[in-house]
């Protein structure tokens, strides 16, 4: 067996990529989710990727809105969400695989089939920032 200094890579040292974990709680009764609108909720940066995503029913809603959560007119990260769950409804979500962001970008919210007033859900995703402008550690 062979070993191999890594004092003889060149290149970009290793980057620290540290997850972090983010949510949005949304209460309808105060902040109306209206049919087929689209809300940004979270702004991401230039070489995002969200790792995970999921949701939780805080307040059962009283209309039968599905919600669906995204990158701005592209990949879904969760759909379908049926708002009129009970609460404590959880899932974390099925992505078939990370949802990289090359460029920013922004996750956003669609209501679709009905207007929500009545109903609480808590929405989260784990992300890291993977630019080079990430942290940075020399190998040893």
């Not at 029913?57 to 669906?68: K, R, S, V």
């Not at 708002?83 to 992505?95: E, I, R, S, Y």
């Not at 990370?98 to 009905?114: E, L």
């Amino acid at each position: 067996m062979t070993t191999v200094s890594t004092k003889l890579i060149t290149g970009t040292p290793a980057v620290l990529c540290v997850p972090h974990f983010n949510q949005v709680v949304w209460d309808f009764a105060t902040y109306n989710g209206t049919a087929t609108n689209i809300y940004q909720i979270f702004q991401c940066p230039e070489d995002y990727v969200v790792l995970s995503a999921g949701y939780e029913i805080l307040t059962a809603g009283t209309a039968t809105g599905t919600l669906d959560l995204g990158k701005a007119g592209g990949t879904e990260l969760l759909s379908g969400i049926a708002l009129d769950a009970a609460a404590g409804t959880k899932n974390q979500g099925a992505m078939a695989a990370p949802v990289f962001f090359s460029d920013s970008d922004t996750i956003d919210v669609q209501i679709n089939t009905a207007t929500m007033i009545v109903g609480k859900i808590r929405l989260w995703w784990i992300g890291c920032d993977v630019s080079e402008s990430s942290t940075v550690h020399s190998l040893p």
